[in-house]
């Protein structure tokens, strides 16, 4: 079982670090990848730091890898340039590339089981429904978060902010954006909770 413990986990670390020296390779735009992998960066030192002290059930790890590798390929390329949803664009008659309403689907549907762990393993609410209730509004409130420094960077960078808010002309991205992240995380919430639960009662 120990090995095994850390066969996984050694290869979570070597899946992300893969991905991130390929992501660092002649990227689009340097500053651009730099701003969409910083919370990769900031996550994996978290994750570090936490590890022995509130270790993760196996499943949030996995979609915290997941979240991490939509980040770099999205820093790689840009969001609005990712080859396959460029493709996808096509196929469907798309009006512009999608990758960031995944990235953005992400956004809510992993940090919302990040707060739930967090909420019911910390007993800071009572009953399931309100744990519910907060984990998406922390979710929803991180998003809106995200999209003021999105605003703040394109306003102190106008080199590098067509590429890092990716509207690619659409006037509606910033509250399509969190209506993304408000999907992920209510699909997370009724698709994993029982997944969750089981792994957090197995801690």
């Not at 095994?4 to 670390?13: G, I, M, S």
């Not at 651009?32 to 919370?39: D, H, I, N």
């Not at 929803?140 to 960077?153: G, H, P, Q, R």
Request: net charge negative; aromatic share 18%.
């Amino acid at each position: 079982m120990l090995n095994q413990f850390k066969l996984n986990h050694a290869l979570w670390l070597a899946t992300f670090f893969v991905v991130f020296v390929w992501s660092a390779i002649a990227p689009k735009d340097m500053f651009t990848w730099f701003l969409e992998v910083v919370p990769a960066m900031i996550g994996i030192v978290l994750l570090a730091f936490t590890f022995r002290s509130f270790h993760l059930t196996s499943l949030l790890y996995s979609l915290i890898l997941i979240h991490c590798i939509i980040l770099m390929v999205g820093g790689h390329y840009t969001y609005a340039e990712v080859p396959m949803f460029d493709w996808l664009k096509l196929e469907f008659d798309w009006s512009r590339n999608n990758y960031d309403k995944l990235g953005h689907f992400a956004q809510g549907f992993v940090p919302v089981l990040i707060a739930r762990e967090i909420l019911i393993r910390k007993q800071v609410v009572n009953g399931i429904g309100w744990t519910n209730f907060f984990s998406i509004s922390i979710t929803l409130a991180f998003s809106a978060f995200y999209e003021l420094i999105e605003w703040w960077v394109a306003l102190g960078s106008d080199e590098a902010a067509d590429a890092f808010l990716g509207t690619q002309g659409y006037i509606w991205d910033t509250q399509s954006d969190m209506g993304w992240a408000f999907f992920g995380a209510i699909s997370a919430i009724l698709f994993l909770s029982r997944w969750h639960n089981r792994q957090i009662k197995a801690l």
